[in-house]
């Protein structure tokens, strides 16, 4: 067993793995550097899901005992859009301000013996903590550790296009909150959530063109974490004004920024390991960041415990306990936040339950909604038939010109016929969405000229690619679209249509 681990930085991974190392081996040295006072924290709240903390719970209670005693819990999701407020439930989840989680694993660290030294900045190079056998890099998604090992990591990093900034108001959202208001500049979204009985989280988003409209591109972020952006605080305050009540934003380094999505294909060189945002992040829409780090915490710590006279083994170990977690995690995030990159087109496009499935819908099916609020998916369904006459969703006529549909869900010997046929133009998804915008300008003067097609067939590519592709023909352009999917099912196809991302859906395969 190594003797001697030193963890860099003091955020709620490096904490907990400190304590939880500590606790199984009291003979273990282990000194945690956070290079900020024990009094500092950025950011307002950290959110949690019911159903993913059990991992965390067993190996110590200590986040339980949090979340009870000073968090806030919710079950429902509320959408507010155009004057109304759409709510689904069964969405169990509970937030707690950072500073919070961070004094409480301060002093669970202190508890078992862990030496914790504030303010203390380490160099990013190995040699200088020659006398630790292992260096736990917690050190945050702007980790020096990860890219001065880069050669050796190979890490990559995604860059959203949507800004974001974090604020806290004094107002107080019942629960998760998603309030999208269109101002004179454009679409501004945001995501509320109670933190303590005082304070909620209230990070906004918009497009960059709204932002620069806005005149919110003037603060200088490359200055040193600290000063807020007090326009842009003054502008949401402003717009927002109604949904809040006339309450306050509060700031704490609030600044405008593109989210990060960071990937590392190795998390370990040496005897360095990576642990939690330095070595992956996800977009804060799926509430997972504090959570995966935590969990890495809990792997490291086991992983050590199981190889105790093998630091290498142990290392893969932990690595490859932890890389399919995360990157699953990590797929199913990005399609919330391309969902984030695009939500202007569908607050012009959509009324509100619509829209609302359309977002609740982004990375779970129909069924799964309806497990956890069969009142909504069936108000949504509800909707359908009243603009249908009365006809379920796969049995809708769809009339296009001369042709007509009996109903909207095709099969393979549909979709041969289909290939035959003039005033259809079928297209190919690409794998990547880095593709699209290629794609979208060469479909443009195709779909606006003197003789567009009655039907645009959308296959190929991923999931994602192909609902992008689709809503850009039907919602951007006005033409129909078809999303062709192998072994799609009834609640794929469903959910396809009643969100508003195809008009017609088919499978290839019988």
């Known amino acids: 067993m190594v003797s001697r681990i030193a963890c860099v930085g003091g955020g709620p991974g490096g904490l907990f793995f400190a304590a939880l190392i500590k606790q199984a081996d009291p003979s273990v040295e282990v000194t945690v550097f956070e290079r900020n006072r024990a009094e500092d924290t950025f950011g307002f709240g950290v959110v949690f899901s019911d159903a993913t903390l059990a991992a ?36 169990g989840m509970a937030a707690i301000t950072r500073k919070t989680l961070l004094q409480l694993l301060h002093r669970r660290a202190e508890e078992v013996g862990v030496e914790l030294r ?58 998760l909150t998603f309030v999208h208001e269109h101002g004179p500049h454009g679409t501004f979204a945001v995501h509320g959530y109670p933190i303590s009985d005082s304070v909620s989280t209230f990070i906004v988003e918009t497009d960059e063109a709204s932002w620069r409209r806005a005149g919110l591109d003037e603060f200088d972020t490359a200055q040193p974490p600290g000063p807020s952006d007090e326009k842009s605080k003054a502008y949401l305050e402003k717009l927002f004004a109604e949904q809040i009540d006339g309450r306050e934003l509060l700031v704490n380094n609030s600044r405008w920024g593109n989210f990060r999505t960071r990937r590392t294909h190795r998390w370990h060189s040496g005897n360095v390991v990576l642990l939690g945002d330095a070595a992956h992040t996800a977009h804060f829409s799926v509430g997972s960041g504090t959570k995966m780090a935590m969990e890495d915490a809990v792997a490291l710590a086991d992983s050590l415990l199981a190889h105790r006279d093998d630091l290498p083994g142990a290392l893969e170990a932990y690595e490859s306990a932890r890389q399919p977690s995360v990157e699953k995690i990590q797929n199913s995030a990005r399609p ?44 949504v369904v509800r909707d359908w038939r ?45 794998d990547s969405e880095a593709q699209l915008p290629q794609i979208y300008d060469q479909l443009g003067d195709t779909l606006t000229g003197d003789t567009p097609p009655e039907l645009v067939a959308v296959q190929g590519g991923t999931p994602l690619t192909r609902s992008l592709l689709a809503e850009q023909i039907r919602l951007v352009h006005g033409v129909p679209a078809l999303i062709v999917e192998d072994g799609l099912d009834d609640d794929r196809a469903e959910t396809l249509l009643l969100s ?6 088919g499978r290839e395969q019988a």
């Open 118 to 175: 504030f303010s203390h900045e380490v160099p990013a190079d190995p040699a200088e903590l020659a006398g630790y056998d292992l260096i736990v890099a917690a050190d945050g998604a702007n980790s020096r550790f990860r890219d001065r090992l880069a050669d050796v990591l190979v890490p990559e990093v995604e860059v959203a296009t949507a800004k974001f900034i974090w604020f806290g108001t004094d107002y107080l959202f019942d629960g």
């Open 336 to 379: 919330s936040l391309s969902w984030w990159e695009h939500f202007g087109r569908y607050h012009d496009a959509f009324e509100p339950t619509r829209f609302a499935f359309h977002f609740i819908s982004r990375s779970i099916g129909k069924e799964r909604i309806a497990r956890r609020d069969p009142g909504f998916v069936d108000q």
């Open 386 to 430: 009243a603009a249908h006459d009365g006809h379920a969703p796969l049995d809708t006529p769809l009339r296009l010109g001369e042709r007509e549909f009996t109903g909207r869900r095709l099969t393979g010997a549909d979709l041969a016929a289909l290939r035959t046929e003039a005033g259809l133009l079928w297209l190919t998804a690409p």
């Open 56 to 91: 965390i719970h067993a190996a110590d209670p200590v986040l339980r005992t949090a979340l009870a005693e000073y968090g806030r819990h919710w079950d429902d999701i509320e959408v507010r859009l155009k004057g109304q407020r759409i709510r689904c439930g069964g969405n």
């Open 500 to 505: 508003g991302r195809a008009d017609l859906v």
